[in-house]
């Protein structure tokens, strides 16, 4: 093949890579609007509002499945190796990582449905607290897949403890308000479901983290971060 032509399926690759990545910022921009939108409907307990944020979820599945089909595109225009290879799979596993922080937005959404025909109560101003810690980590672990820093994706794995602290803390809350007064385990348990969802996008959010380290890097991250989801809850993961 001519330099030209070789240039040419390089100049392409690269360009695909970019607009994968795009895409992949774009879904994660998607996922966080949809944690703060269902943060907002609890808030406001808004049924309508809630649905539409449960519906909306639809439109960060499609966007994982064009980008399985970008990253076959890519693995057409060129057998990659070695690194190019990691940043393909690092594109496939991220996304599927967005497309679960949606799942788990959506998630919360749904709970607050049942949450709107019981009388208000005050624990539910405390998951707005675990919905920004979440929305940072999201955030902040995009900016880094954007960038390629390591560095930076090594701080959100780092800093997941912050957001394990604040559901093991707030965990103990509900368990307190729901032992005061039999009518509040109703909300309560909606909240402690939703809670376990954020903690999951925080969970998730790692997991970008591990995959930007090991694209730049082409090694595990295996430094040791202490979990401080202290709560001993049962594994809610398959009820989620």
């Known amino acids: 093949m001519s330099g030209n032509g070789m240039d040419h399926i390089i100049k392409s690759y690269d360009d695909e890579l970019a607009r994968l990545t795009g895409e992949i910022i774009r879904m994660g921009e998607l996922s966080i609007s949809q944690l703060e939108a269902a943060i907002d409907v609890v808030e406001r307990r808004d049924e309508r509002a809630a649905r539409h944020v449960v519906s909306s979820d639809e439109a960060i599945d499609q966007l994982e499945q064009e980008i399985s089909r970008d990253v076959v595109r890519l693995l057409a225009l060129r057998a990659p190796m070695a690194g190019d290879l990691r940043n393909v799979f690092a594109a496939l596993r991220i996304a599927a990582d967005i497309e679960r922080i949606g799942d788990y937005g959506a998630n919360v959404a749904k709970r607050s449905i049942p949450l709107t025909m019981v009388a208000p109560i005050e624990a ?5 607290h675990l919905a920004k810690l979440a929305a940072v980590a999201v955030r902040d672990v995009l900016l880094a897949y954007r960038e390629r820093d390591a560095d930076k994706a090594y701080a959100v794995w780092k800093n997941d403890v912050q957001l394990d602290e604040a559901y093991t803390g707030y965990f103990r809350q509900l368990l307190t308000y729901m032992m005061e007064d039999p009518r509040n385990i109703t909300p309560c348990t909606h909240l402690l479901f939703m809670a376990k969802n ?7 959010a790692t997991n970008i983290a591990e995959s930007i380290w ?13 979990k401080r989801d202290e709560t001993a809850s049962p594994d809610l993961s398959g009820l989620l």
């Open 124 to 128: 539910t101003s405390g998951l707005s």
């Open 198 to 204: 954020i903690e999951r996008i925080g969970d998730h």
């Open 214 to 226: 090991y694209q730049v890097h082409g090694e595990p991250l295996v430094k040791q971060r202490k």
